[in-house]
């Protein structure tokens, strides 16, 4: 697949930036207890921790429909297949639930799974692997019409029956599930609303076969667009967001209301506000060239190994930190819904958080530069592909 410099530095930002939430949820003092985006219990910082890795799982799912879009017409070269995307996303669904389930519950006996972004990327996966005939501008109308009308169905009443509300929640909105006493199941990224970015990055696709200097206008017209729909709707509190913003005790806390929009499941508000502010990043990477941006472009050519390194790193100094607080394996709590945190005060406070952060990414690089260069070197070993 060709690598497009844009994606590569768009794609290597947010996967750097999402390192930071999941250091904040495995280490931060108050992360078992406090709501980062509660306007009531919040600090600014703390919130807009929480809130610029909002940007991440829509990149991250947008930029992976552009990237199939781009298979999709290597393809036609006889580089790259329907197939291949339908291999890639059962194989990342079966890493969701294997080894990146592992490294965040740490539960060898994996009472608890979570179905979150790489299963819901493996499923648009491979429901675009069948649309490889429908044209693409199908599938963008189909991708906006989800995106812009999913939220109708937020109030929907869900079924009595467990394996119905399992089904309708697996499409359409979270839901937690305990089928057994020892066995929990999450759906944190229902199919259906992360589909709509999915088809909707596959068609935006067609952008980057546009001259350098008309795809870079055309990236600053729709990210415009699309902020500033944010805003009118928002400012309405009609439709976009089931949860709607109001006045605070000041000015800094009322915007903070603003743009406190929903990612559980996505809201349209909260599309229009990422993806918008995706597309001007994209528009301003074009034609630019730097050591730092193409620092990014090495995370962005390697997100899959990226990502599963950093939750192992991330789980070793886990228990570095524990253990150096004085707390002993007997101490950790495993299970449903617990990250292995001892109920007693643990963790760092938000600077040391920052801390542990910056040293991931900076720990990976080495890393994922070898790795990148090694599949370049070696690209007769097909398997390289599904990492």
């Not at 060709?2 to 290597?12: E, L, T, V």
């Not at 169905?153 to 006493?181: C, E």
């Not at 990014?296 to 570095?320: A, D, E, N, Q």
């Amino acid at each position: 697949m060709k690598h497009i410099p844009s994606i590569d530095i768009a794609r290597g930002l947010v996967m750097i930036i999402m390192a930071l939430d999941h250091t904040r949820d495995l280490l931060h003092i108050s992360s078992t207890t406090q709501n980062p985006t509660d306007l009531a219990t919040t600090t600014p910082i703390l919130f807009f921790t929480r809130w610029i890795t909002h940007l991440c799982a829509p990149s991250f799912v947008f930029l992976s429909g552009t990237s199939a879009w781009l298979s999709m017409q290597n393809r036609k070269e006889g580089n790259g297949s329907s197939r291949f995307l339908l291999s890639r996303g059962i194989w990342l669904i079966v890493l969701e639930f294997t080894l990146i389930n592992f490294a965040l519950w740490f539960d060898i006996h994996f009472r608890m799974l979570i179905f979150q972004v790489i299963a819901a990327i493996g499923f648009g996966l491979i429901i675009l692997s069948f649309l490889n005939k429908v044209s693409p501008k199908i599938i963008g109308i189909a991708g906006l019409m989800i995106m812009f009308g999913h939220d109708l169905l937020s109030n929907i009443m869900l079924p009595l029956s467990p394996a119905l509300r399992f089904i309708v929640s697996l499409f359409l909105s979270p839901g937690l599930f305990q089928p057994t006493p020892n066995f929990t199941f999450l759906v944190a990224y229902p199919i259906l609303p992360w589909l709509g970015i999915m088809l909707t990055g596959y068609a935006a696709g067609r952008l980057f076969q546009r001259p350098a200097e008309a795809r870079k206008k055309m990236l600053v017209r729709i990210g415009l667009a699309a902020l500033g729909l944010f805003v009118v709707l928002r400012f309405t509190n009609v439709y976009g967001d089931p949860s709607h913003w109001s006045v605070q005790k000041n000015s800094v806390f009322t915007f903070l209301s603003f743009i406190n929009v929903t990612k559980y499941p996505p809201s349209l508000l909260y599309c229009l506000l990422m993806l918008g502010l995706l597309f001007l990043f994209l528009s301003f990477l074009e034609g630019r060239d730097s050591s730092f941006l193409r620092m990014l472009s090495v995370y962005g050519k390697t997100p899959l190994f990226y990502y599963l390194l950093h939750w192992y790193l991330l789980r070793s100094i886990f228990f570095i930190v524990m253990f150096a607080q004085g707390f002993h394996a007997a101490d950790l709590e495993f299970g449903a819904l617990k990250f292995g945190r001892p109920a007693a005060s643990s963790g760092l406070s938000l600077p040391y958080v920052y801390l542990v952060w910056i040293t991931v990414v900076v720990l990976l690089f080495p890393l994922c530069r070898w790795y990148g260069n090694y599949k370049i070197t070696h690209r007769e070993n097909k398997w390289l592909r599904y990492l």
